[in-house]
């Protein structure tokens, strides 16, 4: 689904019934919430004033939390429009990462909801930023150049190598995808099973290399659990992608049965 140019209608702005051009605001204010299991609701848990920026594209929803904190940034997919007859109150978005942004036009408000939890069945958090003035000191076009093209690459099978016992195991058949370049960073998005994501960090250069006469990519990364990780994607999607750890490596692959 393509995303809808994006409409900037912040009520403090005077801007409530008229189209916008996405661009770049600003505000001093987030709040953080978590969920609450017994409650069944969101409560409280601080509220910070800092600096907060957001920067509006057509495809992509930047936002900064702390002057010198980073942006982050992922490609956000329209998901609904709500409306009071002809004027617009809110729009939301969502992402691979089933994360949720919901702009409020009304208060000038921007909704994150995001650390999905099966066990809650919901996500854990929600912060809210307030974005109540134009912000002239972000370069939008140096902030959205150069973006590497994203792609996912999808295996039907995992097999783990033990460093060890120099042992291979079996084929496990298991729905894995990696989805490259998620962000500005280039950071990957792994879906396990169709019900789990998990997040790894690239924090290096990449590096073409070949073994064997089969070209791949390999970079270093950070997992989920801060653990480090060399990341192998093979050129011909047939030999997959390898997460090599210091004693075990994982290998996803497409395995004829």
Do not use: C
Not at 106 to 135: C, F, M, P, Q, R
Request: proline residues 1%; hydrophobic residues 35%; aromatic residues 14%.
């Amino acid at each position: 689904m393509k995303i809808l140019l994006l409409t900037i209608l912040l009520f403090t702005f005077g801007f409530l019934n008229s189209q916008v051009t996405p661009g770049a605001f600003k505000g001093h204010q987030v709040t953080e919430y978590v969920w609450s299991k017994t409650k069944n609701e969101y409560v409280f848990l601080e509220k910070l004033t800092m600096e907060v920026r957001v920067v509006l594209t057509e495809k992509t929803i930047y936002f900064q939390k702390g002057e010198d904190a980073p942006w982050l940034q992922n490609a956000w997919y329209f998901e609904k429009r709500e409306k009071k007859g002809d004027k617009i109150i809110a729009d939301t978005y969502s992402d691979e990462r089933k994360q949720f942004i919901v702009i409020d036009y009304e208060s000038g408000k921007l909704y994150y909801y995001y650390n999905w939890s099966l066990n809650l069945n919901t996500h854990a958090n929600l912060a809210i930023y307030s974005i109540t003035e134009v912000d002239t000191s972000v370069d939008i076009d140096e902030l959205t150049q150069d973006k590497p093209e994203r792609f996912t690459m999808e295996f039907s099978h995992v097999a783990t190598y033990d460093k060890e016992t120099t042992e291979w195991s079996d084929w496990i058949k298991i729905k894995n995808s990696f989805t490259f370049n998620a962000n500005r960073n280039g950071d990957i998005v792994h879906e396990i099973g169709g019900s789990e994501t998990k997040i790894f960090t690239k924090n290096s250069t990449i590096k073409t290399e070949k073994l064997d006469g089969n070209e791949f990519q390999i970079f270093d990364a950070i997992d989920f659990q801060g653990n480090r990780v060399r990341i192998q994607v093979y050129n011909d999607e047939s030999l997959g992608v390898k997460l090599i750890y210091d004693s075990i490596i994982f290998q996803f692959s497409n395995v004829k049965e």
